[in-house]
């Protein structure tokens, strides 16, 4: 099955609110990114997290250094900007010793005014 | 700026055709990969290099084969072109080929076989 599960597959806000998306890991990771890929297919690197939290403005992103089994990418006051799908990726602990990166399906989000 | 050039952005070609997608990388990086992004499945690894060396081949079909010509360059030659092979091929590259690193993309090249 999917190692790497994202929900929600598809998101609507409204400018100004804030919202959580998250990704559920059905195996220990070592480390997760969050991408956003936006209209024209280009992928942009959010976050990287080996463990603990990282915030950038209005996005903040976490990853359960316990367990290792998930992740969050929090947005606050949501922008039409932000809209796009959003990925995280993430690596195995059982993938060796090379960073191959595991993706989920991906989040869709709309911001609306 | 980008530091992960892919080229071209688009490519159109036909069945059964060969064709070669170009990658070269700035950040001095001396892992490189393949990913694919196509409509039927999320991205997924393809091909991982270290020092140009082939490390992970996660791609069932002789049909792709990387070309490293120098450190920084990845290329992707596939061959006998199908239409399953449409897709969004990213290309990426990390410090080394370890784990817990972090991994940048290209723009991706979009690849539509008709």
């Known amino acids: 099955g999917d190692q790497v599960e994202q929900s929600p597959s598809a998101l609507s806000l409204h400018e100004g609110t804030d919202s959580a998306l998250r990704c559920n890991f059905t195996?220990?990771?070592?480390?997760v990114q969050w991408f956003r890929q936006n209209s024209r297919g280009s992928l942009i690197s959010l976050f990287y997290?080996?463990?603990?939290t990282k915030e950038n403005g209005r996005l903040k992103s976490a990853f359960d250094s316990k367990e290792r089994r998930y992740s969050t990418l929090h947005i606050r006051d949501a922008q039409l900007e932000d809209s796009g799908t959003y990925f995280c990726a993430a690596e195995p602990h059982s993938g060796g010793s090379n960073a191959k990166l595991t993706f989920g399906k991906g989040t869709k989000l709309s911001v609306k005014s | 700026d980008p530091k992960i050039i892919q080229k071209p952005k688009y490519l159109v070609a036909v069945t059964g055709s060969e064709k070669i997608l170009i990658c070269e990388q700035y950040l001095g990086h001396n892992a490189m990969y393949w990913y694919r992004q196509s409509a039927k499945k999320p991205l997924e690894f393809m091909f991982s290099?270290?020092?140009?060396?082939?490390?992970d081949n996660q791609t069932a079909s002789s049909r792709f084969q990387p070309q490293s010509s120098k450190k920084n360059h990845l290329d992707l030659q596939i061959t006998a072109l199908k239409p399953d092979d449409s897709a969004t091929y990213f290309c990426?590259?990390?410090?080394?080929?370890?784990?817990?690193?972090?991994?940048?993309f290209g723009k991706g090249t979009r690849l539509t076989v008709v």
């Open positions: 290099y270290s020092y140009q060396k082939l490390m």
């Open positions: 990426a590259s990390s410090q080394e080929h370890t784990a817990n690193t972090e991994v940048f």
């Open positions: 195996t220990t990771m070592r480390s």
């Open positions: 997290l080996a463990s603990g």
